[in-house]
């Protein structure tokens, strides 16, 4: 172990010789230890801690951390051409965050090696119920106790036993989001705290990230998978109500795939497809469809447009002019009869009829394929100069510490 | 394996050719005006107001607090809420400051009416012509300007990673005079006041800013909010009687 642990180049500065005896540790065992510092110069995670257990002399010790599974490729493996990916280590694995200043946790200290080893955290009393997935519970709001995303317990708190602090942050977005009375796809039931033993397997950052995976409580309510940042993006697979949703940070864009079949889409600034082959809309149903601006269809293609009914008529109905124009030849073909009535009809006469107006082509000048289009936006294949949402500050992480 | 890296310069190698667009009206795009003879046009204007859209009460982002159409003048935010009218004629009297500004301070003197709504609308929203983009990667455009290098500016505005979506937009009224689909301004007060109803019932307003939307509403309507109380109902026919 001791070796392995060196030849990663991780400093086991000395072989343990508290006991007196060579290359005996005689501190063996596990101990209870507090975090005194978490940063750590070597980015290998290791944690200083203090373990009382070790007396009130250099009670502050550098520990490795151990993480639940990972690893890397045989650095012996490793070729000389160190620009090659071939010829280099690779990692993977879990990386967890380190635990905060003051939590306890335990540390194991084998026979052989001086540097304890962090194998978990200690949860404290009271001090879990944002873990598993960030419930919302009760809160203190306004000057009283209501439901909505809920903080750790203060811990000077003697009053009301389960009001906890308001998540202001969290619930302005479920405001923003219109979610902040949807118990479901808004608030989150997922708590370490609902019930015991848990039905809830949840991971969160400590800015307020969060994945959950979730048996759902004694009532079958909150079976769900989900995954949400801190500012309110989310995917959320539910079981109990049979649905999938997705929504951004503001909640101005949304989909949902419920259970009945239905899919419902939201966009506040715009749906944009784009599709190199056919857009198929079947639907065994009505189409409908309305725009309060304008409808814009147009065909570039030598079929160009075709409409037709099997059973039922074609209405059309304009509330001011309606202009057709022709490049060619007009053609009005009826197997009846042909009416035509109006106040006054004009045949080739001193009044020309009005041109009809095109539909309007918009420069598609973020692409590189598809040049104009009625569309106003028109999605490509990446790198796709029209996203909008982009980050210029290259990544950065370390290689060699010293 | 080839990687590239992303290029805070304009060259041949990311320059748009905007010769394979369509230019929607050449005489805007290629007629030279003395920039004291020209003026902000309708369609910019319109540009402007459809990107900002009105909104009748306050609302706070990135700590900048903001009424109508974003305008943040302190006695429109404090008082009973900006009807749509009220909060153009405000608008508009911003933007004529800024285009006055904006002749003494700009390089050329004479542009394309084009080139001058495309310039003004930057100014408006940056308040410089000298770069864009973000701290990470800046396109300083002051030169390109100067010698009226036009594509080169378009590219820059294009490619801007602050505010894209707008100095794309920009780029197109620039080279092609494609101001976009024009959105008359009965209809964003509509889907504005649609947007009002919204916020209101779903409780993420606060008691001024409520105060303001059910004022906006009735007095754009006529018509109350739900669930508003009798005496809020009265003190309103009343303030606007």
């Not at chain 1, 949807?182 to 608030?187: E, F, I, N, S, T």
């Not at chain 1, 022709?326 to 009005?354: C, E, W």
């Given at each position: 172990?001791a070796g392995?642990?060196?030849?990663?180049g991780?400093r086991v500065?000395?072989?343990?010789k508290?006991?007196?005896?060579?290359n005996?540790?005689?501190l063996?065992?596990?101990y209870?230890a507090?975090v005194?510092t978490n940063?750590?110069s070597?980015?290998t995670g290791?944690i200083?801690?203090r373990?009382?257990d070790?007396?009130?002399?250099?009670?502050e010790?550098?520990?490795l951390?151990a993480?639940?599974?990972?690893?890397?490729?045989k650095?012996s493996d490793?070729?000389?051409?160190?620009?090659?990916?071939?010829?280099?280590?690779?990692?993977?694995?879990?990386?967890?965050q380190?635990?905060?200043?003051?939590?306890?946790?335990?540390?194991?200290?084998?026979?052989?090696v001086?540097?304890?080893?962090?194998?978990?955290?200690?949860i404290a009393?009271?001090?879990?119920?944002?873990?598993?997935?960030?419930?919302?519970g009760n809160?203190?709001?306004?000057?009283?106790?209501s439901?909505?995303?809920?903080?750790?317990?203060n811990?000077?708190?003697n009053?009301?036993p389960?009001?906890?602090?308001l998540?202001t942050?969290?619930?302005?977005?479920?405001?923003?989001?219109g979610?902040?009375l949807?118990?479901v796809r808004?608030?989150?039931?997922?708590?370490?705290?609902?019930?015991?033993?848990?039905?809830v397997?949840?991971?969160?950052t400590r800015?307020g990230?969060?994945?959950?995976l979730d048996?759902?409580d004694?009532?079958g309510?909150s079976?769900n998978?989900?995954l949400r940042?801190?500012?309110?993006?989310q995917?959320?697979?539910?079981?109990?109500k049979?649905?999938?949703?997705v929504?951004?940070?503001s909640?101005?864009a949304w989909?949902?795939?419920?259970n009945e079949?239905k899919?419902?889409?939201?966009?506040?600034?715009g749906?944009?497809?784009?599709?190199e082959g056919?857009?198929?809309?079947?639907?065994?149903?009505?189409?409908?469809m309305?725009?309060e601006?304008?409808?814009?269809?147009k065909?570039?293609?030598?079929?160009?447009?075709k409409?037709?009914t099997?059973v039922?008529?074609?209405?059309v109905y304009?509330a001011?002019?309606?202009?057709?124009e022709?490049?060619?030849n007009?053609?009005?073909l009826?197997?009846?009869?042909q009416?035509?009535?109006g106040t006054?009809?004009d045949?080739?006469?001193s009044?020309a009829?009005?041109?009809a107006?095109k539909?309007?082509?918009q420069?598609?000048?973020?692409n590189?394929n598809?040049l104009?289009s009625?569309?106003?936006?028109?999605p490509e294949?990446?790198?796709?100069?029209g996203?909008n949402?982009?980050?210029?500050?290259?990544?950065v992480?370390?290689?060699?510490t010293a | 394996?080839?990687v590239?890296?992303?290029q805070?310069?304009i060259?041949?190698?990311n320059?748009?050719d905007?010769s394979?667009?369509?230019?929607m009206?050449a005489?805007?795009?290629n007629?030279?005006?003395?920039?004291?003879?020209l003026?902000?046009?309708?369609?910019i204007?319109n540009?402007?107001l459809r990107l900002?859209n009105?909104?009748?009460?306050?609302?706070t982002r990135?700590?900048?607090?903001?009424i109508g159409?974003?305008?943040?003048n302190v006695?429109?935010?404090?008082g009973?809420?900006?009807?749509?009218?009220?909060?153009?004629?405000?608008y508009?009297?911003m933007?004529?400051?800024?285009?006055?500004?904006f002749?003494k301070?700009f390089p050329l003197s004479?542009?394309t009416q084009?080139q001058?709504?495309?310039?003004?609308?930057?100014?408006?929203?940056?308040?410089t012509f000298?770069?864009?983009?973000?701290?990470?990667?800046?396109?300083?455009?002051?030169d390109d300007i100067?010698?009226?290098k036009?594509?080169h500016?378009?590219?820059a505005?294009?490619?801007s990673g602050?505010?894209r979506?707008?100095?794309?937009?920009?780029?197109?009224?620039l080279?092609?005079?494609d101001?976009?689909?024009?959105?008359d301004?009965a209809l964003?007060?509509e889907?504005?006041?649609q947007h009002?109803?919204k916020?209101?019932?779903?409780?993420q307003?606060t008691?001024?800013?409520?105060?303001q939307?059910?004022y906006?509403?009735?007095a754009?309507?006529?018509?109350?909010l739900t669930?508003?109380t009798?005496?809020?109902?009265r003190?309103?026919?009343?303030q606007?009687?």
């Amino acid at each position: 172990m001791a070796g392995i642990i060196k030849s990663d180049g991780v400093r086991v500065s000395n072989r343990a010789k508290q006991g007196g005896t060579e290359n005996i540790n005689t501190l063996h065992g596990i101990y209870i230890a507090e975090v005194i510092t978490n940063a750590d110069s070597l980015y290998t995670g290791r944690i200083t801690v203090r373990i009382a257990d070790f007396g009130s002399k250099n009670t502050e010790t550098i520990c490795l951390l151990a993480v639940p599974f990972g690893g890397h490729t045989k650095i012996s493996d490793s070729g000389k051409d160190v620009t090659l990916d071939s010829e280099t280590t690779v990692s993977y694995g879990m990386w967890p965050q380190p635990p905060e200043v003051g939590t306890n946790v335990v540390v194991a200290f084998t026979s052989t090696v001086e540097q304890g080893i962090v194998i978990g955290s200690l949860i404290a009393k009271d001090r879990n119920a944002m873990m598993g997935g960030r419930s919302s519970g009760n809160v203190y709001a306004n000057g009283e106790v209501s439901t909505g995303a809920a903080m750790e317990k203060n811990p000077h708190d003697n009053s009301d036993p389960d009001a906890k602090p308001l998540d202001t942050h969290l619930q302005s977005i479920l405001n923003q989001q219109g979610l902040s009375l949807d118990y479901v796809r808004g608030h989150s039931q997922s708590s370490a705290r609902r019930e015991s033993p848990s039905k809830v397997f949840g991971i969160t950052t400590r800015d307020g990230h969060v994945f959950t995976l979730d048996d759902g409580d004694e009532t079958g309510a909150s079976k769900n998978i989900r995954l949400r940042t801190k500012d309110g993006a989310q995917i959320l697979l539910d079981d109990s109500k049979g649905f999938i949703f997705v929504t951004t940070q503001s909640g101005d864009a949304w989909i949902e795939m419920n259970n009945e079949g239905k899919v419902d889409i939201y966009s506040k600034g715009g749906v944009n497809v784009h599709t190199e082959g056919d857009y198929n809309v079947h639907a065994k149903g009505s189409i409908n469809m309305q725009a309060e601006q304008g409808v814009n269809i147009k065909s570039t293609g030598g079929d160009g447009i075709k409409m037709e009914t099997t059973v039922g008529g074609i209405d059309v109905y304009s509330a001011l002019d309606i202009k057709m124009e022709s490049a060619a030849n007009y053609h009005l073909l009826v197997a009846g009869n042909q009416i035509i009535k109006g106040t006054r009809i004009d045949f080739n006469g001193s009044m020309a009829p009005d041109s009809a107006t095109k539909p309007t082509v918009q420069n598609q000048t973020v692409n590189d394929n598809v040049l104009t289009s009625v569309a106003s936006r028109v999605p490509e294949h990446h790198p796709w100069l029209g996203v909008n949402g982009v980050e210029e500050k290259p990544p950065v992480n370390k290689g060699r510490t010293a | 394996m080839p990687v590239t890296n992303l290029q805070s310069t304009i060259d041949a190698k990311n320059l748009i050719d905007y010769s394979l667009f369509t230019n929607m009206d050449a005489t805007t795009t290629n007629t030279l005006v003395n920039l004291s003879d020209l003026e902000a046009s309708d369609k910019i204007i319109n540009f402007k107001l459809r990107l900002i859209n009105w909104k009748g009460y306050k609302s706070t982002r990135d700590g900048v607090t903001t009424i109508g159409y974003k305008s943040t003048n302190v006695d429109a935010i404090a008082g009973t809420g900006l009807i749509e009218s009220a909060a153009y004629t405000l608008y508009i009297e911003m933007f004529k400051d800024k285009e006055r500004i904006f002749k003494k301070v700009f390089p050329l003197s004479t542009l394309t009416q084009s080139q001058y709504d495309a310039m003004l609308s930057l100014y408006i929203a940056t308040s410089t012509f000298s770069y864009v983009g973000t701290e990470d990667r800046k396109f300083y455009i002051l030169d390109d300007i100067k010698d009226r290098k036009w594509d080169h500016v378009a590219t820059a505005l294009t490619l801007s990673g602050l505010d894209r979506t707008t100095r794309q937009l920009e780029a197109k009224i620039l080279m092609l005079s494609d101001y976009g689909s024009y959105k008359d301004r009965a209809l964003i007060k509509e889907q504005s006041l649609q947007h009002l109803i919204k916020d209101y019932k779903t409780n993420q307003l606060t008691d001024e800013q409520k105060t303001q939307a059910e004022y906006v509403y009735y007095a754009e309507t006529n018509r109350f909010l739900t669930n508003m109380t009798e005496s809020k109902k009265r003190l309103l026919v009343k303030q606007l009687s």
